[in-house]
Each structure stands twice: as structure tokens, then as C-alpha cells.
């Protein structure tokens, strides 16, 4: 087509388990669309704080439907989501700052592996693997702790704001920059509506692959 | 997790005449144009064409006279048997006022005039109360958010929604009382119109910035979904009986029964499962459970070539 790619600015956490339906639809789109995707670390906590929201897992009737939500979309969106028993006490409470901050020195130091830690992290986090809830985030703060310095901290703390100014409540959300205008997406349920802005093609969540031919 | 169904080619003539029964067109909106619209509601969208493949389709449920809804009852007691569609109890109608609703009925639209939809009215207030849930504009970063998403939505799904200029005043105060116990008395009193009634209302509040509170107002509505004055006079002194307003209540109460903090929910039963689902972004997920083909939010229409 000779025309730029179109950057899309996808900012998420482990925490959020829609972050993660988005963030592998958008991986599966990334080489089928004229998409450039950058992954941005944040942390949903400061989102919260910052726009006033509260998590909506914080209403009875809303925790009840989204973990029939999350099942439902897991198997449409094939990706292996489930809730940990103890999420509500475990995660709520331990946060995700150390696995974001772990990922935001993943990003600096090794960008193109950037991918594949968040997976990790949300399979051990998200997934029936994990025994205990807390495990991974006990294994990732041991590794931050080697690699945690004030620019990590800070660095996380300006993409979290940098969210915050595109005018995101929650997580995830994608910012796309198409023809000069910008569009915030909140949510992983606004894939469609992505490609309708790109001009793109939407072939549901689950695309089929092109198969290469050497 | 879709069935393959091989149709015999008696079966499949029996679909095509089934499809010729359909509306050729989708519910079109008012022909006069809206302020802000400039009368063209045709979005220069997504180049690529979407050719969807042919699919077989699972058999449909026995075909009901157009027109007439399934009772309460009777639809909730069916359930479905493997690999047949089950039916659905759809409830864009719910909240006039809510404009995430209307795209769920635009989207039903086609479909809503046939057998086995089943359109179920209620009150968000009294929802709101009973949910301990709040309207999201009421948090600053989701309103500015909100504005945008509806206009982006309305284009992709083709639907002329605009907000009122007096956005709060509209939703907060006035309310829906009203227009929702109106739907709720032309259901039981002329079923065959409650689509184009509730679609009536949209188009005031939601597209042309009307009120929706005022008997006038209800009345032009009906009118303009093709009743007679007389008819829609009766209805509107309905509106204050105690059985619409206990129907409102209870059809209120069963969308709360169901788990709903909000409007539009939509509930599936398929395959002897219930799915309640909530929001108008949720369409895709409710073909997957179905086993229907999502063909996006403005599916191509069947052209009858008689």
C-alpha cells in the first residue's frame, strides 16, 4: 500500500484480565493490519486514583458478571482466562506494582521481549497454571528487585499519567493516531470499532493466520 | 464450537422462503433530516468488503405468525435443544433514555419482527436504585469518554444518535417514566408496533433532542410509528392504570433477577443455558453462543428477487 503504518499506543496491567483479551487481539491484528503497536506498561491502580473510579469488581452484581464475562470472552477470544480463586483477596490487595514495574524495565532493556513477559505474567497470574494466585508476582518482585531504580519507578509513573491524559478511567485502552486525529478506546471490547477507524478489516478476534511459504 | 448442519435442499428452499419473509431493508430512520446530521447516513466506513462466507445455519425454531410475541412464560420455560437456537429475550427497548440500548435494537432490528425475539420493557431509574450502581456520566472522565464513544458508534453502526445538548437535565431529571410505561401498555395492547414505537422514542431524545416526558410528546412518538391518534390516545390512558405500571415494575425486577447493574442486557437462552449479557458491545459474543455468523454491525441485507 506504500502508505505509514498507523500507531497504536496500547496501555495495560497484568491486573486487568480485559488488558489481556485486548492485548492479544491486537498481537494477532499487528502483522495483519498497517499497524505500528506499541505496548506501554501502566498501573490500573493509578488510573483509578487519578480519575476518581473505583475497580468495577467493587459491585456485587458487576464481580458476579464479570467472571462469567471473562469465561465467556476467554473462550470466544481463545485465550486461557480464568479466575484465580483467591483474586479478589490475593491481587486486590498485592497490586501489580512490581509486575508493572518489572515490565517497564523489561521495555528499556529488552524491548522485543516486552511481548512475551506480559504473557508470561498474565498466564501465571490469569491462568489455571498458577497455583496460587500470588505466586508470579512474588517471582517478579524478586527479579525487580535487581532491576528496580528511580528511572523504572518514574518511567511507569509517566506512562501511567501519559494514560491519564489521553483521558483513560480504567484499563486497557488503545490510543490510535489515524489521519491526524486521535482516538482513545476504552476497553477490549472496542477491537471492531479499531478496525472501523483504521480502515481496516475485522475478521472477529481470532483471525486467520497467513501461512508463510520459503 | 460452531455445528456444521447439512441441510437437505428441500430444507434449504424452506430458508430461502423464510429470508424473503424478512424486511428488505433496515429500519430506516426519519426521513427528514436531523439537525447536525446534514440528512446523510452514509459513513465513508471500512474499504475492505466484508464477504461473508456462506454458513450453514443451525435450524431455526417453528416458524410463529409475524408479529405476534411469545408469551413471557412460554418463552422463558423453552429451552433449547442441542444445536438449536434458542430464544431470545431481548431487551433494547429497556431504557429509552439509554442510548447504548438502541443500537442493540437497531442491530435486532431485522430480526426483532420475527418469531422467537421477545422485547422486554423496564425502568433504568428504579434499576439504578435497586443495583447500587451509579450512570457512569456521573464520573467526569466517563462522560467526556462517553460523548465520543456514542458519536464513533453511532457512525460504525449506523445509527443518528446524537447527545442533547442538556445531557444531565435529560437523563437525570426528567427520565423515562413515562415513555417506558407507554411501551409497556402498547406491548400488551399492539405488540406489532412496539419496535417502531420504541425506535419512535429513540429518535426524539436520543437523534432530534425532543422530549420524551410530555403526553405530547409520547403521542407525536406513536404517530409517527404509524398509529392512529385514537389508537395511540388509548394507549397513553393506559399508561396510568395499575396493571402497566406493575408490568413496568415486574419486567423491571426480572432484569434485576437476571444479575443486570445496567441497560441494555440481553438474555440468551441456548442450549438449556441461560447468558445474560450486558451492553451493546457484546453482539459478537452473543453469535458465538448462538452459533450464528457475525457479519458486524450492519449486516447485508437479503435482497428477494421475486
Given at each position: 500500500?506504500?502508505?505509514?503504518?498507523?500507531?497504536l499506543?496500547f496501555?495495560?496491567?497484568?491486573l486487568?484480565?480485559?488488558?489481556w483479551?485486548?492485548?492479544?487481539?491486537l498481537c494477532?491484528y499487528?502483522?495483519?493490519?498497517n499497524?505500528?503497536?506499541?505496548l506501554?506498561?501502566?498501573?490500573?491502580?493509578?488510573?483509578m486514583?487519578?480519575?476518581?473510579?473505583k475497580p468495577?469488581?467493587?459491585?456485587p452484581r458487576?464481580?458476579?458478571?464479570?467472571?462469567?464475562?471473562?469465561?465467556?470472552?476467554?473462550?470466544q477470544?481463545?485465550?486461557?482466562?480464568?479466575?484465580?480463586?483467591?483474586?479478589?483477596?490475593?491481587?486486590?490487595?498485592?497490586?501489580s506494582?512490581?509486575?508493572?514495574?518489572?515490565l517497564?524495565?523489561?521495555?528499556?532493556?529488552?524491548?522485543e521481549?516486552?511481548?512475551?513477559?506480559s504473557?508470561?505474567l498474565?498466564?501465571?497470574?490469569?491462568?489455571?497454571?498458577?497455583?496460587?494466585?500470588?505466586?508470579?508476582?512474588?517471582?517478579?518482585?524478586?527479579?525487580?528487585?535487581?532491576?528496580?531504580t528511580?528511572q523504572?519507578k518514574?518511567?511507569?509513573?509517566?506512562?501511567?499519567?501519559?494514560?491519564?491524559?489521553?483521558?483513560?478511567?480504567g484499563?486497557?485502552?488503545?490510543v490510535?493516531?489515524?489521519?491526524?486525529q486521535?482516538?482513545?478506546?476504552f476497553?477490549?471490547?472496542?477491537?471492531e470499532?479499531l478496525?472501523?477507524?483504521?480502515?481496516e478489516?475485522?475478521?472477529?478476534?481470532?483471525p486467520?493466520?497467513?501461512?508463510?511459504?520459503? | 464450537?460452531?455445528?456444521?448442519?447439512?441441510r437437505?435442499?428441500?430444507a434449504?428452499?424452506?430458508?430461502?422462503?423464510e429470508?424473503?419473509?424478512?424486511?428488505?431493508k433496515p429500519?430506516?430512520?426519519?426521513?427528514?433530516?436531523?439537525?447536525?446530521q446534514g440528512g446523510?447516513?452514509?459513513?465513508?466506513?471500512s474499504?475492505?468488503?466484508r464477504?461473508?462466507?456462506?454458513?450453514?445455519r443451525?435450524?431455526?425454531?417453528?416458524?410463529?405468525p409475524?408479529?405476534?410475541a411469545?408469551?413471557?412464560?412460554a418463552?422463558k420455560?423453552?429451552?433449547?435443544?442441542?444445536g438449536?437456537p434458542?430464544i431470545?429475550?431481548?431487551?433494547?427497548?429497556l431504557f429509552c433514555?439509554?442510548?447504548?440500548?438502541?443500537?442493540?435494537?437497531?442491530?435486532h432490528?431485522?430480526?426483532?419482527?420475527?418469531?422467537?425475539?421477545?422485547?422486554?420493557?423496564?425502568?433504568?431509574?428504579?434499576l439504578a436504585?435497586?443495583?447500587g450502581?451509579?450512570?457512569?456520566?456521573?464520573?467526569?472522565r466517563k462522560?467526556?469518554?462517553?460523548t465520543?464513544?456514542i458519536?464513533?458508534?453511532?457512525?460504525q453502526v449506523?445509527?443518528?444518535?446524537?447527545?442533547?445538548?442538556?445531557?444531565?437535565?435529560v437523563?437525570?431529571?426528567?427520565g423515562s417514566?413515562s415513555?417506558m410505561?407507554?411501551?409497556?401498555?402498547?406491548?400488551?395492547?399492539?405488540?406489532?408496533?412496539?419496535?417502531?414505537?420504541?425506535?419512535e422514542?429513540?429518535?426524539?431524545?436520543?437523534?432530534?433532542d425532543?422530549?420524551i416526558?410530555?403526553?405530547?410528546?409520547i403521542?407525536?412518538?406513536?404517530?409517527k410509528?404509524?398509529?392512529s391518534?385514537e389508537q395511540a390516545?388509548?394507549i397513553?390512558?393506559?399508561?396510568s392504570?395499575p396493571?402497566v405500571k406493575?408490568q413496568?415494575?415486574?419486567?423491571?425486577?426480572?432484569?434485576c433477577?437476571?444479575?443486570?447493574?445496567?441497560?441494555?442486557?440481553?438474555?440468551?437462552?441456548?442450549?438449556?443455558?441461560?447468558?445474560m449479557?450486558?451492553?451493546s458491545d457484546r453482539m459478537?459474543l452473543?453469535?458465538?453462543?448462538?452459533?450464528?455468523?457475525w457479519m458486524?454491525?450492519?449486516?447485508?441485507v437479503?435482497?428477494?428477487r421475486?
Open positions: 500500500m506504500g502508505s505509514a503504518p498507523r500507531t499506543e496501555f495495560y496491567d497484568v486487568s484480565p480485559y488488558s483479551l485486548s492485548f492479544e487481539i494477532r499487528k502483522n495483519i493490519w499497524v505500528h503497536l506499541q506501554r506498561p501502566s498501573l490500573i491502580a493509578g488510573i486514583k487519578d480519575s476518581g473510579n468495577p469488581a467493587l459491585l458487576k464481580a458476579k458478571y464479570l467472571t462469567n464475562d471473562i469465561r465467556l470472552l476467554g473462550q477470544v481463545q485465550v486461557p482466562i480464568n479466575f484465580p480463586k483467591d483474586f479478589f483477596s490475593v491481587i486486590l490487595e498485592k497490586g506494582l512490581s509486575a508493572m514495574r518489572f517497564t524495565a523489561m521495555k528499556s532493556e529488552h524491548p521481549m516486552l511481548e512475551k513477559a504473557r508470561e498474565w498466564m501465571r497470574v490469569w491462568s489455571r497454571a498458577a497455583e496460587k494466585a500470588g505466586m508470579s508476582i512474588e517471582q517478579a518482585r524478586r527479579i525487580l528487585e535487581k532491576t528496580s528511580p523504572v518514574n518511567q511507569l509513573k509517566e506512562t501511567t499519567e501519559a494514560a491519564c491524559k489521553y483521558g483513560a478511567f484499563l486497557p485502552i488503545t490510535a493516531h489515524v489521519d491526524g486521535t482516538h482513545m478506546l476497553g477490549s471490547d472496542r477491537m470499532l478496525a472501523y477507524l483504521l480502515g478489516k475485522w475478521m472477529g478476534p481470532v486467520p493466520v497467513v501461512e508463510s511459504r520459503l | 464450537m460452531r455445528k456444521q448442519v447439512q437437505s435442499p428441500a434449504c428452499q424452506k430458508r430461502r422462503a429470508r424473503r419473509s424478512l424486511p428488505l429500519p430506516s430512520f426519519a426521513p427528514d433530516s436531523t439537525p447536525g446523510d447516513q452514509e459513513v465513508g466506513g474499504p475492505s468488503a464477504a461473508p462466507a456462506a454458513q450453514p443451525p435450524p431455526q425454531p417453528a416458524a410463529r409475524r408479529g405476534t411469545p408469551r413471557g412464560c418463552v420455560a423453552r429451552g433449547g435443544a442441542p438449536r434458542g431470545w429475550e431481548v431487551s433494547p427497548p433514555s439509554c442510548p447504548g440500548s438502541s443500537f442493540a435494537t437497531a442491530q432490528g431485522v430480526r426483532a419482527a420475527n418469531p422467537g425475539v421477545l422485547l422486554r420493557c423496564a425502568v433504568p431509574v428504579l436504585e435497586l443495583r450502581n451509579k450512570p457512569p456520566a456521573l464520573l467526569p462522560a467526556k469518554y462517553l465520543n464513544d458519536r464513533l458508534l453511532g457512525q449506523q445509527v443518528p444518535i446524537n447527545f442533547p445538548k442538556d445531557f444531565f437535565s437523563i437525570l431529571e426528567k417514566l415513555a410505561r407507554f411501551l409497556t401498555a402498547m406491548k400488551s395492547e399492539h405488540p406489532e408496533m412496539l419496535e417502531k414505537a420504541s425506535r422514542l429513540w429518535m426524539r431524545v436520543w437523534s432530534r425532543e422530549d416526558t410530555e403526553p405530547q410528546s403521542l407525536a412518538a406513536a404517530e410509528a404509524g398509529m391518534i390516545r388509548r397513553l390512558e393506559k399508561t392504570t396493571q406493575n413496568l415494575k415486574e419486567t423491571t425486577e426480572a432484569a433477577k437476571y444479575g443486570a447493574f445496567g441497560l441494555p442486557i440481553t438474555v440468551a437462552h441456548v442450549d438449556g443455558q441461560t447468558h449479557l450486558f451492553g459478537e452473543l453469535a458465538y453462543l448462538l452459533g450464528e455468523k458486524g454491525p450492519v449486516p447485508p437479503v435482497e428477494s421475486l
